[in-house]
């Protein structure tokens, strides 16, 4: 007998369009797999773990979601990218440990189930996940009528990779004098959208018309930019080069994630001039006549990820990370401080 219930239908939760998000995304959960093979459907998602050459292999886990960013994506009616954010946001932290990622899973909340939508949801998750060279091995869709609104989604997922012990990111070697680079977001990322729709009244404002200090970009297509996935760079980087300390940098800025990967009795010297900001940011501070500070304890302010490295090895590490289509550069120097961040 074929799956449908006509009175869960009526409480608000059509089975059969689950069904046929899933079918919708199978396309999209296959470029992710190994041999193009995209079985979801079951009560769990399998991977094969191979880890031939490692002697202590450690699983590592990063899990969150893409916050308040989502609104932008339903206001503008645009889903085919904040898939890609989730991603990076797991993957991202993952890699600051040194750990390849291997699988990811996601969670969507819907207030109804659209498969074309959800299907463009996953579209980009299974971005993500090419971008990061892992596979989308499962993931659930739920339908929550009357808990929010009916087009109304909210997206989560998880990741896992694995690194050989040995091999894992130790700060206990960094020292005075070594330095910190600069890898490049693609603007606000998934982190501060709160005050971002705060300051620029989304729900009201023009989303879609070009804006000058923007370089003719609209502000929606500006903010609604995925977060870039930095896996497969510095992979390559941990290959060639002895890597001292990795940072995220989301929520919190500067001051709360690069101490993260700073030991204590040191910390960063960084002038604000050599901060290569990107036009949103001095808009953002403009209009929400936001305090410096504050900048740089909310956002990235264009700096998506930071790594520390010998002085001796700076110029190879950045020839490497552009080699790999990072824009990298010197962003500031190791120094004794309790401090953490020390801007000047």
């Given at each position: 007998m074929k799956s449908f219930s006509e009175s869960y239908k009526d409480a608000?939760?059509?089975?059969?369009?689950?069904?046929?998000?899933?079918?919708?995304?199978k396309k999209h959960v296959a470029r992710t797999m190994p041999e193009g093979k995209a079985d979801i459907g079951g009560f769990g998602g399998l991977f094969p773990l191979?880890?031939?050459?490692?002697?202590?292999?450690?699983?590592?886990?990063?899990?969150?979601?893409?916050?308040?960013?989502l609104r932008l994506a339903i206001l503008l009616d645009k889903h085919d990218t904040i898939g890609i954010d989730c991603v990076a946001m797991c993957v991202n932290d993952i890699i600051c440990c040194g750990a390849k990622p291997l699988f990811f899973l996601d969670y969507i909340a819907c207030g109804r189930n659209v498969p074309e939508r959800i299907a463009e949801i996953v579209g980009g998750v299974a971005e993500g996940c090419v971008q990061a060279g892992c596979a989308l091995i499962g993931g659930e869709t739920a339908e929550h009528p009357g808990t929010m609104p009916e087009y109304d989604y909210d997206l989560a997922g998880f990741s896992v990779?694995?690194?050989d012990r040995a091999?894992?990111?130790d700060n206990t070697k960094m020292k005075e004098g070594d330095i910190m680079l600069a890898l490049p977001s693609t603007g606000v990322h998934s982190n501060?959208?709160?005050?971002?729709?705060?300051?620029?009244?989304?729900?009201?404002?023009?989303?879609?018309?070009?804006?000058?200090?923007?370089?003719?970009?609209?502000?929606?297509?500006?903010?609604?930019?995925?977060?870039?996935?930095?896996?497969?760079?510095?992979?390559?980087?941990?290959?060639?080069?002895?890597?001292?300390?990795?940072?995220?940098?989301?929520?919190?800025?500067?001051?709360?994630?690069?101490?993260?990967?700073?030991?204590?009795?040191?910390?960063?010297?960084?002038?604000?001039?050599?901060?290569?900001?990107?036009?949103?940011?001095?808009?953002?501070?403009?209009?929400?006549?936001?305090?410096?500070?504050?900048?740089?304890n909310t956002f990235n302010m264009g700096v998506g990820m930071s790594v520390v490295v010998a002085k001796e090895?700076?110029?190879?590490?950045?020839?490497?990370l552009k080699a790999n289509g990072e824009e990298a550069y010197i962003l500031g120097e190791i120094v004794k401080s309790d401090d953490g961040v020390v801007l000047c």
């Open positions: 608000g939760v059509d089975i059969t369009a689950g069904y046929k998000a899933v079918e919708l995304m191979a880890i031939g050459g490692m002697k202590e292999p450690v699983l590592v886990s990063g899990t969150d979601g893409v916050g308040t960013k990779g694995v690194v091999k894992v990111i501060g959208f709160s005050l971002v729709r705060k300051v620029f009244d989304v729900e009201n404002c023009d989303l879609v018309s070009p804006v000058e200090e923007l370089g003719g970009k609209s502000l929606g297509e500006t903010l609604l930019a995925p977060t870039r996935i930095y896996v497969k760079s510095m992979l390559a980087l941990f290959e060639e080069v002895s890597v001292k300390g990795v940072s995220h940098i989301t929520g919190g800025g500067f001051y709360e994630n690069m101490p993260r990967s700073i030991p204590k009795g040191l910390g960063v010297r960084i002038r604000k001039s050599d901060v290569k900001i990107p036009p949103i940011f001095h808009l953002i501070e403009k209009k929400g006549n936001i305090s410096e500070h504050d900048m740089f090895d700076a110029e190879s590490a950045i020839k490497i």
